[in-house]
């Protein structure tokens, strides 16, 4: 047992977070997300949300300060109806953790996602059920 290391981290997460250097990229996808079929490194972090990770992994990984948005999320589709409330919790939560609040985190459109989650350093699958819930993050240096 480790202090101060978010119980929701499990040894393979954190052995992930470890190994990834500065530029690399962390796709966080949600129940929808296909994540085996675009990942070599794929992190199981069943019953759990997005939320509830990218808190934990932000109070330990600093995001790329030499990029103007580190955090990327999944556009909605050109007429998509759908809502993103889980959004605003995104937002609250870059900001506790990096000084340019929600302006470190940008948006692209759903394919191009795919493609840039293709060249992550790893992929974790949850099971957040909040639509176009999926995040990706640039690793900075300390």
């Known amino acids: ?4 290391i978010p119980k929701i981290l499990s040894p393979e997460l954190l052995k992930i977070l470890c190994e990834m250097g500065h530029g690399d990229r962390l796709v966080i996808g949600d129940g929808n997300f296909p994540a085996q079929s675009m990942g070599q490194r794929v992190i199981r972090c069943d019953g759990h949300g997005v939320p509830e990770l ?7 990984f600093p995001l790329d300060s030499y990029v103007d948005k580190p955090v990327t999320l999944m556009s909605v589709m050109a007429g ?3 809502q993103t409330p889980i959004w605003d919790e ?6 506790r953790y990096d000084g340019r609040g929600a302006g470190a985190v940008g948006e692209i459109e759903r394919f191009a996602f795919y493609e840039e989650a293709k060249k992550a350093y790893a992929i974790i699958a949850t099971s957040e059920s909040a639509l176009y819930a999926n995040v990706i993050l640039q690793k900075g240096v300390i």
């Open 90 to 95: 995104y937002w609250e939560i870059v900001a």
């Open 1 to 4: 047992m480790l202090k101060g």
């Open 80 to 82: 998509d109806t759908v």
């Open 54 to 60: 990218l808190e934990a992994i932000l109070a330990l």
